[in-house]
């Protein structure tokens, strides 16, 4: 499986607005970019990337609602503030069940994180049970803190919706 990737399409506003080297525009927690009253959503933007505290270049489809709805409550006055994002995100491949929250092993020592892992791979209910498929989760955290960072799911049971624990963790 190969993934090319997105680029944001901000040539429009280059040098008018702040961005990153990529062109994703810059926002604040309400949405609004350097410029007063022009504000920007979606994927031409970065989003506070909570594992960091630093703006990234995440294009869901998630993030990209969330910031339109944050847009329209905000364009009056600040309001409500955007809480960030882990960037979870989940697939199915074959018979296999795949989701992910925040950072690999290899995007936190790309920000410099001294991370350590965990590698669990267990039944996801008592083997007694009628059906009981493996498991395979990895949680990434900062060695010396413990702040989980990252995690990583993968069985034929659909456990997808079990790594939102985890970013609810990475989020706090």
């Known amino acids: 499986i190969l993934c090319i990737g997105f680029r944001p399409n901000t040539e429009l506003l280059k040098g008018q607005v702040d961005m990153l080297p990529n062109g994703a525009i810059i926002v604040d927690k309400y949405m609004q970019t350097s410029q007063k009253d022009v504000f920007a959503a979606g994927d031409s933007c970065a989003v506070h990337y909570n594992p960091t505290g630093k703006a990234a270049y995440i294009p869901l489809a998630t993030n990209a609602v969330r910031m339109g709805t944050l847009v329209a409550r905000n364009l009056v006055r600040p309001t409500t503030p955007y809480m960030g994002t882990q960037g979870t995100s989940g697939i199915k491949i074959y018979?296999?069940?795949i989701a992910g929250t925040g950072m690999t092993e290899?995007?936190?020592?790309?920000?410099?994180?001294?991370?350590?892992?965990?590698?669990?791979e267990d039944a996801y209910r008592p083997e007694f049970m009628p059906t009981a498929e493996k498991l395979l989760l990895k949680v990434i955290y900062e060695q010396a803190t413990r702040r989980i960072v990252g995690a990583q799911i993968m069985s034929?049971?659909?456990l997808t919706q079990s790594i939102n624990t985890i970013s609810v963790c990475i989020q706090n």
């Open 95 to 97: 018979e296999q069940n």
């Open 106 to 120: 290899t995007s936190a020592a790309d920000e410099g994180l001294v991370v350590e892992a965990v590698t669990l």
């Open 156 to 158: 034929q049971a659909d």
